[in-house]
């Protein structure tokens, strides 16, 4: 059984798509954010803060090699988990990496108000957001398949998922459900 790990940009709905797509496939869902706050015993914000970036990558690392182990999961990571090699490499082994996008006008609407992405806390801007998404997309597009959300409904893109995993489009030859 294969297990769906979501990557992209901060406000792609990979939390949203994956709560679905479990409540579909029987998976269970991890939000790799929410893993790394109880492992740490503090939020991403504070980690950010407190111990700064590099710091919160490794634990990132960490944490997503341990869910990996697991069989049946799908795991929505944070937006810059797929930037480490060794991460995309822990995903590619064990499961199907599916990267969601959306365009910059829809991720500003989507993450407007929420301060609790380090990132973009001094500048929440769509200049931001494009600078961001631009130096991360050769990282975002390592993975089996790519799906703008961009005015789609979260059911809408968690069949598309489905659809692709059980054979269109999967080159992969163990059957997933």
């Known amino acids: 059984m294969r297990?769906?790990?979501?990557?992209?940009?901060?406000?792609?709905?990979?939390?949203?798509?994956?709560?679905?797509?479990?409540?579909?496939?029987?998976?269970?869902?991890v939000d790799l954010d929410r893993a790394i706050v109880e492992e740490a015993g503090a939020t991403v914000k504070e980690i950010f803060a407190g111990e700064?970036?590099?710091?919160?990558?490794?634990?990132?690392?960490?944490?997503?090699?341990?869910?990996?182990?697991?069989?049946?999961?799908?795991v929505s990571t944070g937006g810059g988990a797929v930037i480490a090699e060794d991460n995309r490499s822990v995903m590619r082994q064990h499961g199907t990496i599916v990267n969601l996008t959306a365009s910059v006008a829809a991720l500003v609407e989507r993450l407007s108000g929420d301060s609790e992405?380090?990132?973009?806390?001094?500048?929440?801007?769509?200049?931001?957001i494009a600078t961001l998404m631009a130096s991360?997309?050769?990282y975002y597009a390592d993975a089996d398949?790519?799906?703008?959300?961009?005015?789609?409904?979260?059911?809408?893109?968690a069949a598309e998922i489905v659809h692709f995993m059980e054979g269109e489009g999967n080159s992969r030859t163990e059957p997933l459900f």
């Open 3 to 29: 297990n769906i790990f979501l990557t992209g940009f901060m406000g792609c709905g990979k939390t949203s798509v994956g709560q679905v797509l479990a409540a579909i496939t029987g998976f269970r869902f």
């Open 52 to 74: 700064g970036e590099p710091a919160f990558r490794r634990l990132e690392s960490e944490v997503l090699a341990k869910v990996a182990q697991e069989e049946g999961i799908i």
């Open 117 to 128: 992405r380090p990132l973009l806390q001094d500048d929440p801007s769509g200049e931001r």
């Open 136 to 138: 991360r997309e050769g």
């Open 145 to 157: 398949l790519r799906i703008d959300t961009t005015g789609k409904t979260v059911e809408a893109i």
